[in-house]
């Protein structure tokens, strides 16, 4: 067998691998969120592995009918990977702005504008130069849309940080990289190298995908379930063992907790525990000093309930260790902006805390806190 086909064979076999455990993680995902952007993604990987497939069908020579099927096939991993994001951007409540749709309209005829160049560029080198042009438009339309897909997902960046930031370049670097691969195919000499980059461009597309759905921030996002809520919105102080009862009260409703104890917590309670030894511990963990992160949390929270139908309920049960890490202006500051988001969503913010545990002063401030959600 010539070294060019071994490596492409063995390339292949690397990408179906990666496609098929991206498939199965990121569909696990989807039965375990029923976020509907995880089932695209994941069916996206699943026909890229049919898509690789055909290509080394392709390898052996242009045919009208392999030609055609991985035509549609390419084109439906890019439209599944489309929706899969879309639908992605509309469960993070983000709207599409107007200008990205203004760059979708430009599809058509930038598509044209290429053909036409690599048509002529190939005119005397392909051998079939119909072919090569029906190869060519798909691979034109797929990889612009993949491009397209880079600059839109920037979007989520401010929820999902840096992950986002090296997905967006990679989509966007796949999509120019399939711009060319009709000229390999026509180019046998060329084909090496066009294999070896494809490979490393979707295993690498395929890990930041596993890694963004596995995420704490995506799997957070759970389809919220409506209940009545027998408790009153705005903000209450209440006390270990007022804390108790709440517990049960609310075992059934899906609270976002900030707690240092993480015993009897209710299984359908999104807990978060507060330590700084974040790296170490074994369950979902956020430092004290990372009152940005909590207020992040708790705004998505919020919305993500309201939009749900129902009521959002927010529990703090580390006042005095938040006060510990930082200045209690700090804290104070933060605890003002959660009563905002609380108020303005009608959802409840309860404190658990002990009179005695803090000055009269704090206490003071505390109280007033209470006193201001109630106006």
């Known amino acids: 067998m010539p070294v060019g086909d071994a490596i492409g064979m063995i390339c292949g076999m690397v990408v179906i691998l990666f496609d098929l455990m991206a498939f199965l993680l990121i569909l696990r995902v989807y039965f375990k969120t029923k976020r509907k952007s995880a089932l695209f993604i994941s069916l996206a990987w699943l026909f890229d592995l049919f898509t690789v497939l055909h290509y080394s069908f392709l390898s052996l020579g242009y045919t009208v009918s392999v030609v055609y099927r991985l035509g549609i096939l390419l084109n439906t991993v890019a439209a599944l990977m489309f929706v899969g994001i879309v639908k992605w951007l509309e469960e993070e409540k983000i709207e599409i702005a107007p200008h990205y749709v203004e760059v979708f309209s430009l599809l058509g005829p930038i598509v044209v504008l290429y053909l036409v160049a690599v048509g002529t560029l190939m005119e005397a080198k392909a051998q079939d130069l119909r072919g090569f042009l029906v190869l060519s438009s798909f691979?034109?339309?797929a990889g612009l849309l993949f491009m397209w897909l880079g600059y839109l997902v920037r979007e989520i960046k401010d929820i999902y940080g840096k992950k986002i930031t090296y997905l967006s370049v990679v989509l966007f670097i796949f999509g120019l990289h399939l711009l060319p691969i009709p000229v390999t195919?026509?180019?046998?000499e060329q084909a090496i190298f066009g294999s070896a980059v494809s490979a490393f461009l979707i295993v690498t597309l395929t890990v930041l995908m596993i890694r963004l759905t596995s995420s704490e921030?995506?799997?957070?996002?759970?389809?919220?379930?409506?209940?009545?809520?027998?408790?009153?919105p705005g903000v209450r102080i209440i006390n270990q063992e007022e804390y108790k009862k709440v517990k049960e009260k609310l075992k059934d409703v899906p609270?976002?907790?900030f707690v240092r104890a993480l015993n009897n917590i209710p299984e359908n309670w999104t807990s978060y525990f507060v330590t700084t030894a974040t790296k170490e511990s074994k369950v979902e963990a956020i430092s004290p000093m990372n009152l940005e992160r909590m207020t992040e949390l708790s705004y998505k929270y919020l919305k993500a309930m309201e939009e749900a139908g129902s009521r959002g309920i927010i529990l703090i049960d580390c006042l005095e260790y938040l006060i510990m890490y930082n200045e209690f202006t700090s804290v104070i500051k933060f605890l003002n902006k959660l009563k905002d988001f609380v108020v303005s969503h009608k959802g409840t913010l309860l404190l658990v805390a002990e009179r005695d545990a803090f000055e009269d002063q704090q206490w003071a401030l505390l109280t007033r806190l209470l006193e201001e959600a109630k106006e």
């Open 139 to 141: 691979h034109g339309i």
């Open 185 to 188: 195919y026509a180019l046998p």
């Open 217 to 232: 921030e995506f799997l957070r996002l759970k389809t919220m379930e409506i209940h009545e809520v027998e408790i009153e």
């Open 255 to 257: 609270v976002l907790a």
